[in-house]
């Protein structure tokens, strides 16, 4: 049987009591007519206070209180295009550009031919900590030929690690075991911190709360700052709607997961991760597609 972890739970039912029938969870209740996306975000955009309604990677329709004091995004709806489910950008302000994120789970990689089908970057996992009580600290098999190989093949490169940190002092050690990992490897892109629930196990993370997870990215994005890599964080709508208070983060830029067509965030982002089902030569079965964004020169 397939159970989602307490904590996820927890956290999701109070938000979602009020928009029970939103979702059709409701007992005889009828989605209500929900306000288009692009109106919504729209609102958010003028940075007052409101509400926004979004949807999970399974459907399920929640709504967030929207806080006036983060920055909103500038991209407009009519600037994103899809070719052969590729996702870019343009404005006269804004270009995007693509890349992939990958770790042990791709196995051997060809990145010439990652190159080739047009790819400029790479996001690499560098290690994780275990979920389990121990929380041991890991690095990615694969990394060191993953960074190695996909610069020689000419692409930017940025690393991640997946955490499990229950309070600040896990997160500095995470931050420290990165650095070490490292060991004055020169990056292109950023160092991410990515805090995620376990949803089908109990994990050491489950009843952890968003005020610490907010502050855990934050100790470790200082850290990471402090040894001269720029940081960055991962969310997606939930993360940003119930856990992490982005306006204690503001300052560190945001790696935006959602697979809807367009983002439903209110907020910045730095790059969007549209897609875990993507194509890529060089890479067998599917694979994190993702887009930069950056303003014209």
């Known amino acids: ?27 005889g209740g009828k989605p209500q007519e929900e306000k288009p996306q692009e109106a919504a975000q729209e609102e958010a955009g003028t ?3 409101g ?29 994103f295009s899809r070719t052969d489910g590729r996702a870019a950008y343009e404005d006269e302000t804004y270009l995007s550009r693509p890349g992939v994120d990958v770790s042990q789970y791709q196995g051997q990689i060809d990145w010439e031919k990652v190159k080739a089908d047009g790819f400029e970057f790479a996001m690499i996992r560098i290690g994780y900590r275990g979920y389990g009580e121990e929380g041991t600290l890991n690095p990615d098999p694969c990394f060191q030929d993953n960074m190695k190989n996909a610069r020689n093949a000419g692409l930017d490169v940025g690393v991640y690690f997946f955490s499990q940190a229950v309070d600040r002092e896990e997160a500095l050690e995470e931050a420290d075991f990165v650095l070490e990992l490292l060991q004055g490897s020169e990056l292109q892109m950023p160092v991410v911190y990515d805090p995620e629930h376990i949803l089908y196990d109990e ?9 610490q997870f907010t502050e855990n990215t934050k100790v470790f994005c200082e850290r990471i700052r402090e040894a001269g890599y720029e940081p960055m964080i991962y969310s997606n709508m939930l993360w940003e709607a119930f856990e992490l208070d982005l306006e204690e983060l503001e300052g560190y830029p945001v790696w935006y997961a959602d697979y809807e067509p367009l983002p439903q965030t209110p907020y910045h982002f730095a ?6 089902e993507g194509t890529v030569d060089g890479i067998e079965g599917p694979v994190d597609l993702n887009i930069e964004m950056s303003k014209r020169k």
Not at 18 to 27: I, Y
Not at 203 to 211: C, K, L, P, W, Y
Request: hydrophobic share 35%.
């Open 203 to 211: 994990a050491r993370t489950d009843h952890v709360s968003g005020e």
């Open 271 to 276: 790059m969007w991760q549209y897609t875990n």
């Open 51 to 79: 509400t926004l309604d979004f949807v999970d990677v399974y459907g399920e329709t929640y709504r967030m209180d929207i806080n006036p004091s983060v920055p909103k995004k500038e991209y407009r709806d009519d600037g």
């Open 1 to 27: 049987m397939v159970r989602k972890n307490r904590r996820y739970l927890l956290c999701l039912m109070a938000a979602a009591l009020s928009v029970l029938s939103l979702s059709g969870c409701a007992p």
């Open 47 to 49: 940075g007052q206070a």
